[in-house]
């Protein structure tokens, strides 16, 4: 069966009679966060059994029979299958005709396409739960950054809860090794909680060169195609391409299209940049008061209309590639330099 998000939550913290869930999709760092309520639930001396699907096509019966022992020292304990695949099937169907289970089994698989037969089977079997998980972007990379922040013993501010999101691209594994760094510096846990603010974050080194997109996005709004270029290619070689640069500049043209909305109403430009408040990264407000003053709503418009599309057609199989994406956001920094 498929699971909405609230679903797979309260299942993986009481299994139950459930006898496998798939948690899949490409945020293979969101699939391994929700283990967190297995574990939970077994307990801190419960038994972790971890097998391989190749393991498993070489022995199919294994899956079953893990499920169904008793721990050597009668307590609870768990099996995490990963990676898994199609090769796991067998096993999983081994599984799912075995007269008893007992203990939970969680198989993760990374992206699958719809025509693998091991998620056709676990969204057809009433017994079983799959959930994919996807990079979170926007408002609810925002959210995740806040509520993986009082985990730690962190308050923070919406302007740093989107400064951390926008710097680890969404990824919860690095965002929790940042967050983990920033309770150390300031010596907070959830016991004793700690505000934070960006000279913490500068301090930690949060938005070092390996994650920071404002360069970017300044280049492209601000109508830089060289610092644009150079960017572009220093993101490049350390893998971050494609739809993070849409996502960053997306968020900055809106933001524009915004403020430029009130500026257009007859507001001053100062007068709309106090309406963003703590929103918006104290050390960006003089680039965005400039870009605000410069670009006009129609071409804003079409400006969030192409990264739009830009960011579907790379989602789609066979869309646009990281080159065909590039260009896109030199077309927007070319219309950015022709206003300057």
């Known amino acids: 069966m498929k699971a909405a998000k609230g679903q797979i939550d309260r299942a993986l913290k009481a299994p139950g009679d459930w006898r496998f869930f798939l948690l899949y999709g490409p945020d293979d760092s969101g699939s391994r966060a929700l283990l967190r309520h297995v574990k939970a639930a077994a307990g ?3 038994e972790r059994i971890e097998l391989t699907g190749a393991e498993l096509k070489g022995d199919p019966a294994r899956l079953a029979d893990e499920a169904a022992s008793i721990s050597l020292f009668g307590g609870a304990r768990y099996i995490i299958v990963e990676p898994a695949g199609d090769e796991s099937l067998a096993a999983v169907e081994a599984l799912l005709q075995a007269p008893a289970a007992g203990n939970p089994v969680v198989l993760i698989a990374g992206a699958l396409k719809p025509s693998s037969k091991l998620l056709k089977l676990a969204l057809a ?18 959210r995740l950054a806040a509520e993986m922040a009082r985990e730690f013993g962190l308050i923070i501010r919406s302007d740093l809860a989107r400064r951390l999101a926008d710097a680890c691209n969404g990824n919860r594994a ?29 301090a930690i080194g949060a938005s070092a060169e390996e994650g920071d997109l404002s360069r970017l996005v300044d280049s492209v ?3 830089r195609p060289d610092q644009l270029g150079a960017e572009l290619a220093r993101l490049s070689s350390e893998g971050i391409e494609g739809i993070p640069l849409i996502r960053a500049v997306l968020r900055r043209m809106s933001l524009l299209a915004k403020l430029r909305a009130g500026v257009e109403a007859g507001n001053s430009v100062d007068s709309v940049m106090a309406t963003a408040g703590k929103a918006l990264f104290w050390k960006e407000k003089g680039s965005v008061a400039s870009q605000v003053g410069r670009w006009r709503s129609d071409l804003l418009a079409k400006s969030v209309s192409r990264l739009v599309e830009a960011e579907r057609q790379a989602k789609a199989s066979g869309g646009l590639g990281a080159a065909a994406v590039d260009e896109e956001l030199f077309a927007i920094c070319r219309q950015a330099a022709r206003l300057r």
Do not use: N, T
């Open 125 to 142: 079997e009433p017994a079983a739960l799959a959930f994919a998980s996807y990079a979170p972007e926007g408002q609810e990379a925002d």
């Open 174 to 202: 690095i965002l929790a090794q940042e967050l983990q760094k920033l309770a150390l510096y300031v010596d907070a846990d959830p016991a004793h909680p700690q505000p934070v603010d960006h000279d913490a974050l500068d």
């Open 221 to 223: 709004s601000g109508g």
């Open 44 to 46: 801190p001396e419960a």
